[in-house]
């Protein structure tokens, strides 16, 4: 079946430039996480949607970041402003329900963003 | 806070030898531990995991042991294959955060 997928997969910015990074989690799956992998380091939690409510957005680095996922299926992640810091792989994570201790968490092939 | 340290690679291996990538944690409460395993050019996906002390995750010969009594979790494969060859990232999750913290990932490398 299909798997986590994420568009587009490579991303060239000028900085000062927004983006919009597209998730489509696997159907049904309740949970949705983003994370940001900066080279050469595990992923960093961003934010967590149960269904259409951002219930933890902890980990977004700045007012520059903003998620939704308005009908509780597909998320956006936008950087508005971006900046050189903002280079990194972001990844999307989708779990049937629930806690993340007892569901799997299935991870798409993320977008790789280059702000130059 | 919630951290994962995880030894530094990359980890170069022959075929058939054995395998332990250290983990080791810092974690308020009792958290899950887990291993993921990022494959070339695939996403992460989970390898094994262990949600309380003395619990020992498996899966395709991999296995780790939740040691509270040292904070540690390492990966253990007692014969490698080349098609091993891959990224191992150590994890933690606190029940009833939906927040993974994750360590820096080890590369492995298994030669024929």
């Known amino acids: 079946g299909a798997g986590v997928s994420q568009s587009p997969r490579y991303k060239v910015a000028k900085r000062g430039q927004d983006v919009a990074l597209r998730c489509d989690p696997i159907?049904?799956?309740?949970?949705l996480f983003w994370y940001q992998q900066a080279l050469g380091q595990g992923p960093e939690f961003l934010t967590y949607?149960?269904?259409?409510?951002?219930?933890?957005k902890s980990g977004l680095p700045s007012d520059r970041f903003f998620a939704e996922r308005p009908e509780g299926s597909v998320s956006t992640l936008k950087i508005q402003r971006t900046q050189q810091e903002d280079s990194a792989v972001y990844l999307c994570?989708?779990?049937?329900?629930?806690?993340?201790?007892?569901?799997?968490?299935?991870f798409g092939p993320g977008t790789r963003l280059l702000v130059l | 806070g919630d951290s994962v340290t995880q030894m530094e690679g990359p980890v170069t291996l022959s075929e058939e030898a054995f395998l332990t990538i250290n983990c080791t944690y810092t974690?308020?409460?009792?958290?899950?531990l887990f291993w993921y395993v990022q494959y070339p050019g695939e996403g992460l996906q989970l390898l094994l995991k262990?949600?309380?002390?003395?619990d020992k995750g498996s899966n395709k010969g991999f296995e780790a042991t939740y040691r509270k009594e040292t904070t540690s979790f390492h990966l253990e494969k007692g014969s490698v294959q080349v098609s091993d060859s891959a990224v191992y990232f150590c994890?933690?999750?606190?029940?009833?955060?939906?927040?993974?913290?994750f360590g820096s990932g080890t590369k492995l490398n298994v030669k024929p």
């Open positions: 994570a989708s779990s049937l329900a629930g806690l993340a201790v007892k569901e799997t968490q299935y």
């Open positions: 262990a949600t309380k002390a003395d």
């Open positions: 159907s049904g799956h309740v949970s």
């Open positions: 974690a308020t409460g009792y958290p899950s």
């Open positions: 949607f149960q269904n259409e409510a951002q219930l933890d």
């Open positions: 994890a933690l999750s606190r029940y009833n955060f939906n927040k993974f913290y």
